[in-house]
C-alpha cells in the first residue's frame, strides 16, 4: 500500500509506519525475554529433581521481572497510538486477556512464594501454580494472536462479533503452537545457562520440542493464507514473495543446525538463537502476511492511528524511554550471565 493507495502524505503516513515498526519490535522483544521464561515454567513441573527445580528458577530469578516491561509498551503503544484498534480488539479480546492476565498473577505469585513455603506440601502447590500459571498465559497468548490473524469482525469502525470468537480452532491451535514454541526457548535457555544431568534433560526435550514446533510452523503457514483472500495475495502475488519465500528455506536452515547443536555436547548457546530465529522468521511472516493490517483484515494501521500531533508527541517520550529500557536489560543480562548449578549463589 503506497501514498497513492492511502491518499495521505508526510508525516500522516509516515508515523503510523514507525510506531508499528516500534510496536512490532517491541512486541517480539517480549516474546524473546518472557517466552523463554513462560517457557521454562511449563517445564517446570516435568522436573522430578527438587534441586533442578531450584536451578532452573536461578536462572531467571534476577531477571524475570523486568521481562514485561515490553508487553507494558507494546499495549500503550496500542492505546496512544493506535486508539481505535485498541477500542475493536479488547472488546473482541477481553475474556482471553483477563484470563492472560489472572495467570500471569498466579505465576509470579507461585514464583514468588514457593521458596518461601516451610512444607514440602505448599511448595509443590506453588510449583504446580507457577506451572499452571505459565502454560495458561501462554496458552491465552497465542489465542489473542490467532485471533488478530483470523479476523475480527468490524461494523461501522467498531467491534461487532461475539466474546467468543476466539474459541474457534485456528486460534486455540495457535494457543498450542506458542505454548509449544515458549517451551522450546525455555528447553534451550536452560541448556545454555546450566549443566550436567539437567542440561542432558533440556537437550532430550528440546529435541522432542523442535519436531512439534517444525510441524505446527508448517500447519500455520498452510493453515494462514486459507483465512483470508488477501492472505493469499500476500503468499503469491509480486513483489511480496520474495519477502515470504526465503522465509521457509531459512527454517529448514535453522532446523538442521539446531539438530547439529543438540547432538553435540559442546553447543550450548546454538539451541536457543535457533530457536528465537524460528520465531523470528515466524513473526516476520505473520507480519509479512498481515501488512497494513492492525487490525486483520480490514482496519489498516492508518485507520486506526491517532492524529499525527499525538503521535509526535509520543515518540519524544519513546525515544527517550526505548534506550533505557534497552541498557538497563542489556546490564541485567550482562551481570547475570553465565551458567548456574546448585553452588550458585541465591538471587531469589
Known sequence: ???????????????????????????????VLDGFDLGLG?????????????????????????NETWMIFGGAALYGVFP????????ALYLPVLIMLFALILRGVGF???????????RNLWDIGFCLGSFVATFMQGIILGTLISGIKIENNAFAGSSFDW?????????LAVACGYALLGATWLIWRTESDLQATMRRWAGFLSLAMLGMIAAVSVWTPALHATYMQNWTTWPRILYVAPVPVAVITLALVMFQA??????????????????????????????PYIVPPSMTIWQ?????????????????????????????????RGTVNEHSESYH
Not at 481505535?84 to 472488546?91: D, E, G, M, R, S
Request: proline share 7%.
Open 1 to 31: 500500500m503506497d501514498l497513492a493507495t492511502t491518499g495521505l502524505t508526510g508525516a500522516a503516513y509516515w508515523l503510523p509506519i514507525v510506531w508499528a515498526v516500534l510496536a512490532a519490535a517491541a512486541i517480539f522483544i517480549y516474546i
Open 42 to 66: 511449563m517445564l517446570f513441573l516435568a522436573e522430578p529433581d527438587k534441586k533442578h527445580r531450584n536451578i532452573m528458577i536461578q536462572t531467571v530469578a534476577p531477571v524475570w521481572d523486568g
Open 84 to 91: 481505535n484498534a485498541y477500542a475493536t480488539i479488547l472488546p
Open 112 to 122: 514468588e512464594f514457593r521458596s518461601r513455603m516451610h512444607t514440602e506440601q505448599t
Open 167 to 175: 474459541l474457534a480452532p485456528f486460534p486455540l491451535f495457535c494457543g
Open 262 to 291: 543438540l547432538r553435540g555436547k559442546t553447543s550450548r548457546r546454538i539451541p536457543f538463537f535457533c530457536a528465537l530465529g524460528w520465531f523470528f522468521l515466524a513473526f516476520s511472516g505473520l507480519g509479512i502476511n498481515i501488512w
Open 304 to 336: 486506526a492511528s491517532a492524529p499525527p500531533a499525538s503521535q509526535t508527541f509520543l515518540l519524544v517520550g519513546a525515544a527517550v524511554l526505548l534506550p533505557l529500557i534497552l541498557s538497563y536489560t542489556a546490564f541485567a543480562y550482562h551481570v547475570f
